[in-house]
């Protein structure tokens, strides 16, 4: 399955820490840093996120939360207000490379970047510390029939 963004917010919910507002230039246009390569862009609003702009409250649940990032309050999706004028840095993210979801349908853990397994599920940490982390295999795409092999034969669903 391919990768499907549900819109959880996760992704940029640290991102303050990179992406500073220089200056709000009017007119929805506004000049902003990457703090880690010195980069400037100039993004604008997404017209059809104006009136997100004003509301911070998505803060009070991420205080380090990309300056950007709001709660849509008709449907309650997070969303990027600039999402149209993003940077490359957001363009090319991906939220995860391998999803692992549990027999009820749960998620329970991300592959991330190259091998990196993100989980707070303690029987998923110790599966694949003993079973895939193990995997020795050169090219991504085996690596992954692998991973996935495993995991699906103790009863996970692997997404792409």
Same mark, same amino acid.
């Given at each position: 399955? $391919?990768?499907?963004? *549900? ?25 902003? #840093?990457?703090?880690?390569?010195? #980069?400037?862009?100039? !993004? =604008? ?5 104006a ?6 409250s998505?803060?009070e649940? /991420? $205080?380090?939360a990309?300056?950007?990032? =709001?709660?849509?309050? !008709?449907?309650?999706? !997070? ?11 957001? =363009? ?7 999803? *692992? ?11 991330? #970047?190259?091998?990196?397994l ?9 599966? /694949? #510390?003993?079973? !895939?982390?193990? *995997? ?5 795409a085996?690596?992954d ?14 997404? =792409?």
């Amino acid at each position: 399955m $391919p990768f499907a963004c *549900i819109q959880c917010g996760e992704c940029c919910s640290q991102m303050g820490d990179v992406h500073l507002v220089r200056e709000d230039c009017g007119d929805g246009s506004i000049l902003m #840093e990457n703090r880690y390569t010195g #980069e400037v862009h100039t !993004v =604008r609003v997404d017209p059809d996120r104006a009136l997100l702009l004003a509301d911070r409250s998505i803060f009070e649940r /991420w $205080p380090l939360a990309c300056p950007f990032l =709001r709660e849509d309050p !008709v449907d309650g999706k !997070v969303c990027c207000i600039i999402h149209h004028t993003r940077p490359d840095i957001c =363009r090319e993210y991906r939220c995860w490379r391998l999803l *692992i979801v549990d027999a009820r349908g749960t998620r329970v853990g991300r592959v991330m #970047e190259r091998r990196h397994l993100a989980t707070d599920d303690p029987a998923l940490a110790a599966f /694949w #510390e003993t079973h !895939v982390a193990c *995997i020795r295999e050169d090219d991504d795409a085996r690596w992954d029939e692998r991973a996935i092999a495993a995991l699906t034969g103790v009863g996970y669903i692997v997404r =792409r």
